[in-house]
């Protein structure tokens, strides 16, 4: 083996695990998890999603963070996501919702997935003025 062919090995094995690195780091993800709360307000602290691997008591902290012009996702809308999460807290607290996102969560590195989207049922997705089977009648 000449020792042009086992640098091109080299540098492909390089890149083969560099590529998975990224897939690993940035690559989408779904979690299957009951969310329990939110909390931050977007500015001085980070918004956060609470959850639970569904049926279970093992917990997952979501980042819900604007992901910017990085692609894939061009995510800009982590305040519209934080209000659904909220929503699915107080309407469907014992549902379990599917949610997107990428990233690992390392404790000793305080790495957290980044949430893109949630999956409910539309019921839990729904302001609490919507749940209602009539309409609501003026007094004019």
């Not at 094995?13 to 940035?26: E, K, M, N, T, Y």
């Not at 969310?35 to 819900?64: C, M, P, W």
């Not at 807290?89 to 949630?118: H, K, W």
Request: glycine fraction near 10%.
């Amino acid at each position: 083996m000449t020792s042009k062919t086992k640098i091109k090995i080299g540098l492909g094995l390089v890149l083969v695990v560099a590529l998975g690195l990224v897939w690993v780091r940035w690559g989408p993800d779904s979690w299957e998890v009951q969310i329990t709360g939110t909390t931050g307000d977007g500015r001085d602290v980070q918004y956060r999603i609470e959850t639970v691997y569904a049926g279970t008591s093992d917990t997952l902290i979501f980042k819900n963070r604007d992901a910017g012009l990085m692609p894939p996702y061009f995510k800009f809308d982590s305040a519209d996501l934080q209000s659904v999460a909220s929503r699915v807290t107080r309407e469907c607290p014992q549902e379990p919702v599917i949610v997107n996102g990428y990233g690992l969560r390392i404790p000793f590195l305080d790495m957290f997935p980044n949430a893109t989207s949630i999956e409910a049922p539309e019921r839990c997705r729904r302001a609490p003025s919507d749940q209602g089977e009539g309409e609501v009648s003026g007094t004019g």
